[in-house]
């Protein structure tokens, strides 16, 4: 069995210099294990008041929320989600989640496999890139 503990997880941090109020920590949790090439994650955290800007995943997301409350902007549509829901948000969709609530929002993403592209309105920085991918040491072995 692989396991995560989110609360031991290193997280760095990501911004957007645009727009000051997108920002958060984040990582990839299991995507560097061995065994679990078809299956990608990310886990990020968003202070209140805050925002994951908007942006497209290049395979579909299963979003599930841990812990805070947001708006789930998915396309031209809004609603609310909270601790122990889940979204299912199609590849290529442009979404994007603000925190409405005073906790820190806790989410995790699923992605059936990677790689996966994510691509930001705004440069994503610590990277200075619009296309963020995150592939594991597996996929990238094979394709070399």
């Known amino acids: 069995m692989i396991t995560v503990n989110f609360k031991q997880l290193e997280l760095g941090e990501f911004w957007h210099d645009e727009a000051p109020r997108d920002r958060g920590r984040g990582g990839f949790p299991l995507v560097t294990s061995a065994g679990t090439e078809n299956l990608g994650m990310v886990y990020f955290e968003i202070a209140p008041g805050d925002s ?3 942006h497209t995943d290049s395979k579909d997301e299963l979003v599930i929320v841990l812990g805070g409350s947001a708006v789930a902007t ?3 549509e809004h609603g609310e989600l909270v601790a122990g ?3 299912f948000v199609p590849a ?3 979404h994007g989640f603000t925190n409405i609530g005073s906790d820190t929002l806790r989410v995790i993403g699923v992605f059936p496999g990677t790689p996966i592209t994510a691509t930001f309105r705004y440069p994503l920085q ?3 890139t619009h296309a963020v991918e995150i592939q594991s040491p597996a996929a990238l072995a094979a394709t070399a």
């Open 52 to 54: 994951l800007g908007m």
């Open 74 to 76: 998915l396309g031209e």
């Open 85 to 87: 829901m889940a979204a």
């Open 92 to 94: 290529m969709v442009p």
């Open 126 to 128: 610590p990277w200075g």
